[in-house]
């Protein structure tokens, strides 16, 4: 059975939307409070937040969405979006630090508290984000659970919302943008990203000879290789921002020669 059988199946619920309009809506109202209490808040995160929301909701509702039942190259499009360069926008935005100093004192010492509880370095563990993201694909399209969400509304939207939140996940595991009280080694997050990224492209390539359920060989070939081209251009932007985050935290500082301040090899001006 090929991929065009699932016209008459599930159309995209529109529930699936709601969550990033909320989001968008809380972290508008956290800049205004934000800006009135403290200095501006930079105009480029909020920039980045609302793109990355964007991308987020046209992956699940509209003519993407549609589209994506029926042809899985469009299907792989929204997978760009929704799992890999939305996670990567929203995390940019750094909505926890502003929302830790936008939320009461009390309330934002609740929120730290749970940042260093167990749960939360149990699930930002780059390993273990790799695992539920890339892992999370693995089942999804090698076995028929691809097939069987185009069926269920319910595995429709607890799959797609598992999409987001693992790439999400393992965004931040990666790079630090907002606090991270249990903060891993960059040798260790590269190491990890490293074996991901290659599981992710290997993937690509199982999909290019093995179709998942209900999809035609030819776009599953054109799904796969949108899959690794596509995933290279995100994942090179994580790689940049993770090597420029570690040149950072490890290039030499100032030093003093004879009571004035030097610059040491490899600072700039």
Not at 6 to 19: A, D, N, W
């Amino acid at each position: 059975m090929d991929n065009h059988s699932l016209h008459h199946h599930v159309s995209p619920p529109i529930i699936l939307i709601f969550p990033f309009i909320i989001a968008l809506i809380v972290y508008m109202v956290c800049v205004y409070v934000s800006n009135r209490r403290f200095k501006t808040w930079p105009l480029y995160r909020t920039g980045l937040w609302m793109i990355g929301i964007v991308c987020a909701s046209i992956s699940v509702y509209g003519p993407i969405a549609k589209m994506a039942h029926v042809d899985f190259t469009i299907h792989m499009v929204g997978h760009l979006l929704l799992g890999m360069l939305a996670p990567l926008l929203m995390a940019l935005g750094a909505p926890v630090s502003l929302l830790l100093r936008t939320l009461p004192v009390q309330t934002a010492r609740k929120l730290t508290s749970f940042l260093k509880s167990w749960p939360a370095r149990l699930y930002t563990d780059p390993l273990v984000a790799s695992f539920l993201n890339i892992g999370g694909l693995w089942i999804l399209y090698t076995t028929s659970l691809y097939h069987l969400m185009h069926q269920s509304v319910v595995l429709h939207v607890l799959i797609h919302l598992h999409v987001f939140i693992a790439g999400y996940l393992f965004t931040i595991s990666m790079i630090y943008i907002d606090p991270m009280p249990h903060q891993r080694s960059y040798i260790y997050r590269a190491i990890v990203l490293v074996f991901a990224l290659a599981a992710h492209g290997i993937l690509s390539k199982y999909i290019y000879a093995s179709p998942p359920l209900g999809v035609s060989q030819i776009e599953a070939e054109t799904g796969a290789m949108l899959m690794y081209y596509g995933g290279d251009i995100v994942d090179a932007i994580l790689i940049f921002i993770l090597c420029y985050q570690w040149f950072k935290a490890t290039r030499p500082r100032g030093v003093t020669m004879n009571g004035k301040s030097v610059l040491a090899l490899g600072d700039s001006k």
